[in-house]
């Protein structure tokens, strides 16, 4: 089965921690995204990767850090510098970003629901 | 910025009522238009998408959108809802055209519930 998948569902966190979430694909994509969804705001974009090594950050980076290592895994960390950490956090991939269309759709994991008490 | 609007937060339809939700955009240049839908304990997943021609788009389970131009809007629309058609629903704007990457602007969503 082709798909991307996060671990965990739910993740659970003291205050202060950093906490580092999951993402892996198996479509071959070359793009690779992290948003967070909190109620009544949509979808805001937190770092994207267009290419392996590279990463570049989202319009809510701050508090947060990725790496992209490998084509197919794009962790994101949460660190205790995010102020308000408790959110929906939803990957994305899409493939051929660099046909310059821009027209590439975007397929989502089933998220990860982070709460940090 | 380019900014997207939806103006319904939250819709109630009886079965089989026709469906429309509004969406408009901010960004003056060529965008690609999508509509995604979050089913309750589901994925986000592509209903529709504008990228060129024909402004009227069909997508899946029956919906469509149209895009025009002048207004900025890409409204989504139904005939007869069905139950199982309560979901969220998110319009989407790539502003990134032409650029090489594809970065999504999303509206708040607009959370339907069709009762039975």
């Known amino acids: 089965d082709g798909g991307i998948t996060q671990s965990p569902k739910y993740l659970f966190r003291k205050e202060g921690q950093n906490v580092t979430l999951s993402c892996e694909q198996n479509?071959?994509?070359?793009?690779m995204y992290w948003y967070r969804q909190d109620p009544g705001q949509g979808l805001r974009l937190i770092y994207y990767s267009q290419i392996v090594n590279d990463f570049q950050k989202g319009d809510i980076a701050e508090g947060y850090s990725v790496s992209r290592e490998k084509k197919e895994s794009f962790p994101l960390t949460v660190t205790s510098a995010q102020k308000n950490p408790t959110a929906f956090y939803l990957c994305?991939?899409?493939?051929?970003?660099?046909?310059?269309?821009?027209?590439?759709?975007?397929?989502f994991g089933p998220g990860t629901r982070l709460t940090v008490l | 910025a380019q900014s997207v609007s939806q103006h319904n937060h939250h819709v109630i339809l009886s079965e089989a009522a026709s469906l429309e939700l509004g969406c408009n955009y901010s960004y003056g240049g060529t965008v690609n238009l999508f509509w995604y839908v979050q089913y309750p304990g589901q994925h986000l997943q592509l209903l529709l998408k504008y990228f060129s021609g024909d402004p009227l788009v069909k997508g899946i389970k029956g919906f469509e959108a149209e895009f025009i131009k002048s207004k900025f809007s890409f409204n989504l629309r139904k005939p007869s809802v069905q139950w199982s058609d309560t979901a969220e629903y998110f319009c989407a704007v790539n502003a990134g055209v032409n650029t090489g990457f594809q970065k999504l602007v999303f509206g708040t969503g607009t959370r339907l519930l069709v009762s039975p």
């Open positions: 994305a991939s899409s493939i051929d970003i660099g046909t310059g269309r821009g027209t590439d759709t975007q397929y």
């Open positions: 479509l071959n994509h070359d793009a």
